[in-house]
């Protein structure tokens, strides 16, 4: 059977684009391993490659969103809602890494453009809305899925637009006129599509996490939340 | 501070099994991105480009390959086991790398709470 992933091929962004993308990724990643030293104490790295190492499985799990369209969890939503934004960013660059060299998914030229789209904007577009809605909605379990959905949505189109703004800037192949127009409107309808897949199944996990362990979601610290945290030891 | 050896290796479990079992049930239809990437193009039935414009056109052989490409390992008898093999020795590997690295650059003592 054929897997395919949400991952851009070797050729496809052009060297230019490749190496921009790659600056901008070793400096995020960078700033991410300075501020997320702060984060890594003996509980969180455990649980942070737990993280990475399921995020990697539920890649592989392509669901469809369209008649002869699939799609697949990106993660930055639950890396950021369970390890917060600085550690999530890594852990799915980890899984980036490993499936550019080992399985052949993403291309390793590619590895910058896709450490931008889907570690460092997907997360960070998640957090920022995960930051936001904890703080409105109630603190309830469907509080918490609701945020998870709605982050997971967002965050997914932004990644997906990152693709087509780095494509705009120089893909490989000059699209015939109005074709990249039309190229975002699709990215867009798919990945939102993607992106509610995304939300259902990082809201099953984190509800899941925050039920068992609420002190191992990074997200919920410092909220008091009678139903979701239990009073700090 | 509780303890998360017992909840890091339940977490390990469920993801070796939707990685080793549930993965072969995975929808093998295009994904988002290379639906888009094959618009204006037209394919033929083994996924070759035959003609018109589209993104997809500059895509390159992977540099790497090798015997896990496409989560397909070489050395198993059966599409089943090629994909389960695939996605066990993926998450193991993960695990041990992310796991590794963040243990060895995370903080030695924690300030109290």
């Not at chain 1, 669901?63 to 993660?75: E, K, Q, R, Y």
């Amino acid at each position: 059977m054929e897997q395919l992933a949400l991952h851009i091929s070797n050729g496809v962004l052009g060297g230019p684009v490749a190496a921009a993308t790659a600056v901008v990724a070793a400096v995020g990643l960078t700033l991410c391993v300075q501020r997320g030293r702060r984060d890594l104490d003996d509980r969180l790295a455990p649980m942070a490659g737990l993280v990475a190492a399921f995020i990697f499985a539920v890649q592989m799990l392509n669901f469809p969103v369209l008649p002869g369209v699939s799609g697949h969890l990106l993660g930055g939503t639950l890396a950021a809602l369970l390890v917060g934004p600085w550690v999530g960013a890594l852990c799915v660059s980890i899984v980036l890494v490993v499936q550019a060299l080992m399985f052949a998914d993403g291309g390793v030229t590619a590895l910058g453009a896709n450490i931008t789209n889907m570690a460092l904007l997907n997360t960070a577009v998640a957090y920022l809305l995960i930051v936001v809605l904890l703080r409105v909605l109630p603190r309830t379990p469907a509080g918490l899925a609701a945020t998870a959905v709605v982050a997971g949505v967002v965050a997914v189109v932004a990644a997906a637009l990152g693709f087509v703004l780095q494509y705009a800037l120089g893909g490989a192949t000059e699209l015939t006129a109005g074709g990249l127009g039309s190229i975002a409107a699709v990215m867009t309808g798919t990945h939102a599509l993607i992106g509610i897949g995304e939300g259902v199944i990082t809201a099953v996990t984190v509800v899941t996490v925050a039920k068992t362990r609420p002190d191992l979601v990074y997200a919920l610290r410092g909220l008091r939340k009678p139903d979701l945290v239990e009073s700090a030891a | 501070m509780r303890r998360t050896t017992g909840f890091v290796i339940a977490g390990l479990v469920v993801a070796l099994l939707l990685a080793g079992v549930v993965s072969s049930f995975a929808s093998g239809a295009p994904d988002g991105l290379d639906s888009a990437s094959t618009r204006g193009c037209t394919v033929d039935a083994a996924g070759e480009i035959t003609g018109g414009t589209c993104m997809a056109q500059g895509a390159k052989e992977h540099e790497v390959g090798g015997p896990f490409a496409d989560y397909t390992f070489t050395g198993a008898g059966g599409d089943f086991a090629a994909t389960a093999v695939s996605g066990v020795v993926g998450v193991l590997v993960t695990f041990a790398l992310a796991g590794g690295l963040f243990w060895a650059t995370r903080r030695r003592r924690a300030p109290a709470q």
